[in-house]
C-alpha cells in the first residue's frame, strides 16, 4: 500500500508535478489503458511510481501495463524489473529485443546508434499498444530532456521544436504522454533513491558520447554559475510547451 503521508519532499514532487500537467493537458481520461514504457532507469521508474499514485487520486478510473524492451546488450538486464511488477500485481509486456547490438553493427552505416535504437523502440512500443488495445503511451522525458531536445533541434537542424506533453498518433487512435516533463533530474533521482528501485545501469557502448549528452554537459556548464539561468530556461520552455498543448485539449 502506498501511503502519500509517509512519502518524503521529492516523492510528493513528483506525484504532484505529474499529476498537475495530467489536469493541465487533459493526458487522460476514465478508461485510459496506458502504456508505460520502462527502461529500468530512474525516470520510468518514478513515472511507474507515479502513475500507480495517481491511480489511487484521480476520481476516475484508467489502466497502466509496463512495457519494457531490453536493447538487446545484456539479456539479464530485466530480471530485476520484471521480479518487481510481478510482486505489485502490474500487468507488463517484456521482451529481448536485438536492437542495440544491430545499431552498433555495420547494418547501421548512416544513422547514429542512439537513431537507430530509438527509432525500432519507438516503432515496437506502437505495435504493443496497437496489440494491447492500449490508448496512451507514457515516455518519461523529463524537463532536463526538453532543454537538451530544443538545443538540439536549434544547433543542428535550426528548427525551434522541444517535447510535447501530449501528442496524438494515427488518427488519435494513440496518445503519446510525458508525465514527467514538469520534473527534473535531480528531484527524480532522489525520489528514486528513496523507493530503492533496482535501477539498471545501461551496458550500452554509446552511453555518455551521444549528442545528448555532449548537449547535457554544455547545458551544466553555462548554467553553473548562475542558477537563474538554469531556472528561466526551464520555466520558459516548459511553459511555451505547455501553452502549446493546451490549444489543442
Known amino acids: 500500500m502506498l501511503k502519500r503521508r509517509n512519502l518524503t519532499f521529492a516523492q510528493r514532487s513528483c506525484i504532484g508535478k505529474s499529476g498537475k500537467i495530467i489536469q493541465q493537458t487533459g493526458m487522460l481520461h476514465q478508461g485510459a489503458r ?5 527502461s529500468g532507469g530512474k525516470d520510468s521508474w518514478v513515472m511507474l511510481q507515479a502513475l500507480r499514485m495517481r491511480q489511487k487520486i484521480l476520481p476516475y478510473p484508467f489502466e497502466i501495463m509496463a512495457l519494457h524492451l531490453n536493447p538487446g546488450f545484456d539479456p539479464r538486464d530485466h530480471a530485476p524489473l ?7 500485481n502490474i500487468p507488463a509486456h517484456i521482451e529481448l529485443t536485438d536492437y542495440g547490438p ?9 544513422k547514429s546508434p542512439c537513431f537507430f535504437c530509438s527509432w525500432f523502440r519507438r516503432k515496437h512500443l506502437f505495435d504493443l499498444c496497437r496489440r494491447y488495445r492500449l490508448t496512451h503511451l507514457a515516455l518519461g522525458h523529463t524537463s ?5 531536445t530544443f538545443f538540439m533541434n536549434l ?3 535550426g528548427k525551434v521544436a522541444g517535447l510535447s506533453p501530449r501528442e496524438q498518433y494515427f488518427d488519435g ?5 510525458r ?6 533530474e535531480k528531484t527524480i533521482a532522489t525520489a528514486a533513491r528513496q523507493w530503492k528501485f533496482p535501477i539498471t545501469t545501461t551496458s550500452c557502448p554509446s552511453a555518455g558520447t551521444t549528442q545528448r549528452s555532449r548537449t547535457g554537459e554544455w547545458l551544466k556548464e553555462l548554467t553553473r554559475k548562475d542558477p537563474t539561468l538554469k531556472k528561466n530556461i526551464f520555466n520558459g520552455l516548459r511553459r511555451w ?4 498543448t493546451a490549444k489543442f485539449s
Do not use: C, Y
Open 102 to 110: 544491430r545499431a552498433h553493427s555495420p547494418e547501421n552505416r548512416k
Open 34 to 38: 496506458v502504456g508505460v514504457a520502462v
Open 241 to 244: 510547451q505547455l501553452d502549446e
Open 173 to 177: 487512435r494513440l496518445v503519446l504522454i
Open 155 to 157: 544547433f543542428k537542424t
Open 179 to 184: 508525465p514527467m516533463l514538469l520534473l527534473d
Open 82 to 88: 520484471h521480479q518487481w511488477l510481478a510482486k505489485h
Open 144 to 148: 532536463d530532456d526538453l532543454v537538451q
